[in-house]
Nanobody, 118 residues
């Protein structure tokens, strides 16, 4: 069974930084495709960042240049480094995993809250 557990969320002032972690079990982050998503109250879920099995990354325009997705294969953990945070980044953040041969994300974490104050 694949399980993902996010951590690292919290409250921070605008301009600050946070590093989110997603610990995986029953799944190899080095061989899979993984992404970070977020959802704010009253808004639809949006993709934030993605990394494939070759280490190639992509980002939403709203976070490009501020966020960095990465992985630590030895720790089997996915990360999202968030710098220059803005109030509009406030949301529940989720990590998700899929096999790179399919498009559907089969496993989601429980989420971690990020709140950015002005």
């Amino acid at each position: 069974e694949v399980q993902l557990v996010e951590s690292g969320g919290g409250s921070v002032q605008a301009g600050g930084s946070l590093r989110l972690s997603c610990a995986a079990s029953g799944y190899s982050v080095s061989r899979g495709c993984m992404g970070w998503f977020r959802q704010a109250p009253g808004k639809e879920r949006e993709g934030v960042a993605h990394i494939d099995s070759n280490g190639r990354t992509s980002y939403a325009d709203s976070v490009k240049g501020r966020f960095t997705i990465s992985r630590d294969n030895a720790k089997n953990t996915l990360f999202l480094q968030m710098n220059s945070l803005k109030p509009e980044d406030t949301a529940m953040y989720y990590c998700a995993a899929r096999w790179c041969t399919v498009r559907e994300y089969s496993t989601w974490g429980q989420g971690t809250q990020v709140t950015v104050s002005s």
